[in-house]
Each structure stands twice: as C-alpha cells, then as structure tokens.
C-alpha cells in the first residue's frame, strides 16, 4: 500500500553525511512544500559541513560563511544532526532501511589518487588530502608529524588544492595567524625551513584547473616571490586561438605577467611550472625523500602530454600529491571502484528503489561548493517524484524515537546540534582571545566534552 504522507507520518528521510551535499539535500528538503519531511543528518565526527570546516583553505574565511545558511538548515525543528555516528558500525545499512522512507548518501571523496610511481611511499611523500587534514585540524590527522624540514617541496597537480596547500607552506606566520588554521599546524608552520615550492602541472598553462583569484594570490604574498619560466606561457598560435574558457585565458594573462616580474628577493618561491610529469620520487638513502626526478612533455594534437624523454631532479624533500580526490566505498551500498562513486542514474543508487546519492560520492570531485546545491536539489527532486509513485521504502519503525533507542543501545554517544554550536562558541571565543578567527579543537575527546548545557 503507498505510504500518505502527513505531518503525523511524515517522510522520514536519513542523510549520510554532514557536508556542502548533505546540508544542501536537507534545506531541499524543506524547502519543498508537497509533502511534510522530517530529516536526519548523520556524520562520523562530532562537527558538521564536512570539507567547508576540514577542506577549505584557513586563509579563505569568505568561503567559509556559508555555514551561516547551514546552521540556518541544520537548526529547524524538521531537522536532527546526529555526529559522531560512523555509517556502517554505529548505523548499519539495515537499520537505515528499518527506520527510513529514505536515504541519502553524501560522503563526499575522502580518499585521493596516486601517482603509481617509484618511491611515493618513501617519508615525506604523501597526497595533498593529508596535508590538508593536518593543516585544518582533522582529527584523524591532527597528531601526524609533518617532515617542515624540507627546504624543496613539489605539489603535484595545479587545481585550486595544489595552490592552497603551496601557499600555506610559503605564507609567513603573521598571515598565518589571520587565519583559522589549526593550532598545532601554526606551530610546526613557524618552524618550518621551506624556501621553494614547485607547483607541477603535466600539461600546459592553458590546461590548468585552478582559478585566477587563487592564482593572483600568489603575487600579493608578503615574503614569497612567483617564478613562471617564459618559455612555459610561450603558446603556439593555434594553441593560443583554442583557448575559449575566460578563467583560462585570464590564468594564461596572470602567468605571463609572473614571468616578467623581477623576483624580489623574498625569502621563499613558488615555481609554477608546466609541461612536467613526475618520473619517480628518488630515496635519500634513508627512507626518505631525496628527490624528485621529472620529464618534460610537449602536447600532441589532441590535447594530451606526450614525454619527451628528457628528464630534470627537482631537489625537493617532501612530495604533496594533488592529483584528484576519490570516493570510498559505504558497507552494503553499491560501489564503482574505478569511478569511485555510488553508481546511479540522476541521484538514484542502481538497483536500490529508496536510496540516493548527491555531491562528490554522486558524481566525482568536481566543482565549488555551491556545486553541489543544484546537485542535491535535483536529487531531492527525484526522491520527491518516487515518493508521490509509491516507490520508496517501507520502514518497520520510521518514528525519531526507534532510531534514538536503537543508538542509546549501543552506547553511541550522539553529538547534537546543539552540542556543536556549544564547541563553535567556545572555538570562537578562544579565537577571540588569541587575536585570531578561531582556535580549532582537533582532538576528539575535547570536542566531545563540550555540550549544550
């Protein structure tokens, strides 16, 4: 019998995942005015908005007040933010289906891709997502030790993580400090002995992904100089005329005019270099990294890098891999492993009426953060259409009440919203005392003594 939604009954609809994704399916949600919805929003942490709190530079706070319109989503009575629920241990794909009309997946890409090349193993080379982590505060990586000896480093890729990750090794600690960086990440940071950064890209300025304001910034930095070799902005004619994207020929326009800059003396570089692909990353002779030994490419007529065979050793002491985030797999969801996503067709998982998917995990890593708002509205829209056919799931028990009994069973300890927003004020204010935006609680035992009283 198809299920009458009513304010009574109404459509109970879990969201995995408490990031950009998953607050934007929620405010969808609620938004729409065809059927009365109550909405749950799980994550593993304590703390809500996923990559805008763990991901985001610390140094682009902008982009970080679209949290004001989250905790506008996540504070309505419609909706429940449950942290510190892990998906699949504290909540299983069973119970999920036992208490919900509905489910939607929104983990985002936790994971990153590798170079599948020697020595990316060795200490001192690892995926710009770690650095990223540690850097914010993650609790997962907030205890990492960080090899800020290295006086070289290479970030290879050159989208906007690349540039957040190579500017924050160069920026001094007084730009720093105006930040909302993780405190122990300023600490190791002032120490750090890093002079240059070698940003690499395997194609050519004109195939870069990253956009022209994180570009720019490269050049207003206080104690770091931009250096681009001539001959890497020098385009051919009909390479020159493909050029159609606006960011791209604005990038070219940003490059040309680092390249005729007479460096400043700054203490630190950032070389932006093009046309280079990673060979292998050479061992110090103690398990760490020694080198980075790069071939230069040339484009073939499609587009792609083609080596060339000559060969260049970057003296560089620590690796940061940017080459793209992947998708992990969710127990008992489907999964493509090659794509990293949850296969679906518009938002619905394949084969699994009632279940659905939006963001990273739905499509891949790609996009800003307000990407993914249509993302997860089209998604909604789709669940709404299966909800008016009869075509979701038929829970056991779909009241609040089951899921609160079944978590309290197993003595999860649930991190409300409320709880959050005790930890964000008490962030804030340390911040405040410090002179600073906020000074970020990265241990996971901290965070959790601080409740709504």
Do not use: C
Not at 19 to 25: C, E, H, K, L, W
Not at 241 to 255: F, H, M, P, S, W
Request: aromatic share 6%; glycine share 10%; no cysteine.
């Amino acid at each position: 019998m198809t299920q009458v939604y009513s304010p009574e009954r109404p459509l109970r609809v879990a969201v995995i995942g408490s990031g950009p994704s998953g607050v934007f399916a929620a405010e969808a949600l609620l938004k729409q005015t065809a059927l009365p919805a109550e909405i749950d929003v799980f994550d593993r942490l304590p703390t809500p908005y996923g990559l805008v709190r763990y991901g985001v530079a610390p140094d682009h706070l902008t982009i970080k007040s679209v949290t004001r319109g989250f905790e506008k989503t996540l504070s309505d009575p419609r909706v429940r933010f449950l942290g510190n629920v892990e998906f699949g241990r504290d909540l299983t794909h069973g119970d999920v289906l036992a208490h919900y009309d509905a489910v939607i997946y929104t983990v985002g890409a936790s994971s990153d891709r590798r170079l599948g090349i020697p020595g990316e193993d060795l200490a001192g080379s690892m995926s710009a997502t770690e650095f990223v982590a540690w850097y914010n505060g993650h609790p997962d990586a907030a205890a990492r030790e960080m090899l800020l000896h290295a006086g070289g480093v290479a970030v290879v890729g050159v989208g906007n993580v690349a540039l957040d990750v190579s500017r924050i090794l160069v920026k001094t600690v007084a730009e720093l400090r105006e930040s909302d960086i993780a405190e122990h990440a300023l600490k190791a940071l002032e120490r750090s002995q890093v002079k240059d950064v070698y940003v690499l890209g395997r194609r050519g300025p004109a195939q870069a992904n990253f956009t022209t304001k994180e570009l720019r910034e490269f050049g207003e930095l206080s104690d770091a100089d931009p250096v681009v070799m001539p001959a890497d902005v020098q385009l051919g004619e009909a390479e020159e005329a493909a050029i159609t994207d606006n960011v791209k020929r604005k990038n070219v326009e940003v490059l040309r005019e680092f390249a005729v800059r007479t460096p400043e003396g700054k203490d630190r570089r950032i070389h932006l270099r093009f046309l280079v692909s990673p060979v292998e990353i050479l061992d110090d002779g103690q398990g760490h990294v020694g080198g980075l030994k790069i071939e230069r490419n040339r484009l073939d007529d499609q587009g792609n890098a083609v080596g060339t065979g000559e060969y260049e050793t970057l003296p560089v002491q620590m690796v940061l891999r940017s080459v793209g985030y992947k998708g992990v797999a969710l127990k008992g969801v489907p999964f493509d492993e090659r794509r990293g996503v949850i296969p679906n067709a518009e938002g619905r998982v394949e084969g699994r009426p009632g279940e659905y998917t939006a963001g990273w995990i739905k499509r891949g890593p790609s996009g800003v953060v307000g990407t993914n708002r249509k993302d997860a509205t089209d998604t909604v829209a789709a669940l709404l259409a299966d909800a008016q056919a009869g075509a979701l799931l038929t829970p056991a028990q779909p009241g609040r009440e089951a899921v609160d009994a079944l978590l309290a069973g197993r003595g999860v300890d649930v991190y409300t919203f409320g709880d959050w927003q005790a930890l964000d004020a008490h962030e804030l204010s340390e911040g405040q005392a410090q002179g600073r935006p906020r000074h970020k609680v990265v241990d996971l035992a901290e965070m959790l003594s601080h409740r709504r009283r």
